[in-house]
């Protein structure tokens, strides 16, 4: 018999592991939002995207969450003119990173919601358990 409160810790240990991924990439974004090329006219810090996928496991019959794959931003890059640049082109522009610092913070809290959530359930599963236990006990 498949134990449910095992199962929902199960679930929301995946979810703890993808968002952790997730705010691993945001502040990497965060980080190297103003990263430049080290050459004239070469590309910046491009940001990256994080996809999840649902996977089911076949033992508990759950559905898991994990990251899918970490992608680059397609968006394009932004260009300022600064000729005073080391990575200033011949006509003075500079590429900068394709990162919004607005919504790097709203994935981030977004993010960091998900795993206080996930965190929650896990508490929650934990203290059942435990009340459980003490009711046999007390039988």
Known sequence: ????????????????EAQSRRMLVVSENLANASTTGNTPGAD?????TVSFESVLDDISGANLVRVDRVDSDKKPYRVEYDPSHPAADADGNVKLPNVDMLV??????ESNR?????????????????????????S
Do not use: F
């Open 1 to 16: 018999m498949i134990d449910p409160i095992k199962v929902a810790i199960q679930v929301a240990s995946s979810g703890l």
């Open 44 to 48: 910046p810090y491009t940001r990256k």
């Open 104 to 109: 790097e913070l709203a994935d981030m809290r």
């Open 114 to 138: 998900s795993y206080e959530a996930n965190l929650q359930i896990i508490k929650q599963a934990r203290s059942l358990s435990s009340m459980t236990i003490d009711l046999l006990r007390s």
